[in-house]
């Protein structure tokens, strides 16, 4: 049985939120956008497709019940969700919520802007809002 | 019942390729980046998690089958899937082909770089490259 193991850069951008059935479910560390990641926990996946069709279509369910969570939870005017994966090469699915009043509306977000972490208020009171979302740890 | 049309903004950018059970299949028209776009015919879906469990389902199966298939023919280092719409409100799928050689590596390319058209001989070579798609017309 093989162990699955964050990548090294994500745990240095992020807290783990927790677990759903697939995937674990990350807060980036960036004040400046509500930025979620699920990573799914398999081993040596680069790309969506080469996960089995099961878990694909696990993803799926685990990112719309995400993405459909955080725009409630945060009134989003959009999300942009999207497996990029050109400098880390475990399998992520960003979950950004986006507002119109952004700092990098229309453009997407990646790249753009050095991360400004969250003081340990901003994460509480992030944490709190958060509680609609059904995590299994 | 409701007829799905295209948004003007998709028509003017991208050829139509074909379709799949789902979603239409888009070229995008820049010879920068072999980048392609799936569009689900459904009305008035702006966010992956508003189309039914049944076609979220069908959505990452073609999606999956397009990236996989892009990935083969173009010899590619990563795929780049993404849900954006910050600009285009009807719901489309990116899948961009990259190399760690193209001009934008590794940044994201949305937004970075004028289009460049493809010449008609790019184009037929490029659709000749693609046969191994199976499009249902």
Same mark, same amino acid.
């Given at each position: 049985?093989?162990?699955?193991?964050?990548?090294?850069?994500?745990?240095? /951008?992020?807290?783990?939120?927790?677990?759903?059935?697939?995937?674990?479910?990350?807060?980036?560390?960036?004040?400046?956008?509500?930025?979620?990641? =699920?990573?799914?926990?398999?081993?040596?996946?680069?790309?969506?497709?080469?996960?089995?069709?099961? /878990?694909?279509?696990?993803?799926?369910?685990?990112?719309?019940?995400?993405? *459909?969570?955080?725009?409630?939870?945060?009134?989003?005017?959009?999300?942009?969700?999207?497996?990029?994966?050109?400098?880390?090469?475990?399998?992520?699915?960003?979950?950004?919520?986006?507002?119109?009043?952004? *700092?990098?509306?229309?453009?997407?977000?990646?790249?753009?802007?050095?991360?400004?972490?969250?003081?340990?208020?901003? =994460?509480?009171?992030?944490?709190?809002?958060?509680?609609?979302?059904?995590?299994?740890?």
């Amino acid at each position: 049985m093989s162990i699955f193991q964050l990548h090294p850069q994500l745990q240095q /951008d992020c807290f783990l939120l927790g677990r759903f059935e697939l995937c674990q479910v990350l807060l980036v560390n960036d004040s400046q956008f509500p930025w979620f990641i =699920l990573v799914p926990q398999r081993e040596n996946i680069r790309e969506i497709y080469q996960l089995t069709p099961d /878990d694909q279509i696990t993803l799926i369910q685990e990112s719309s019940y995400l993405a *459909k969570n955080l725009a409630e939870i945060f009134n989003a005017d959009k999300l942009n969700v999207a497996a990029i994966g050109n400098l880390v090469p475990q399998l992520h699915l960003h979950h950004v919520v986006r507002y119109q009043t952004d *700092k990098a509306w229309t453009a997407p977000i990646w790249g753009k802007f050095a991360a400004v972490p969250y003081t340990e208020q901003q =994460l509480n009171e992030l944490l709190e809002r958060l509680t609609p979302l059904k995590l299994l740890q």
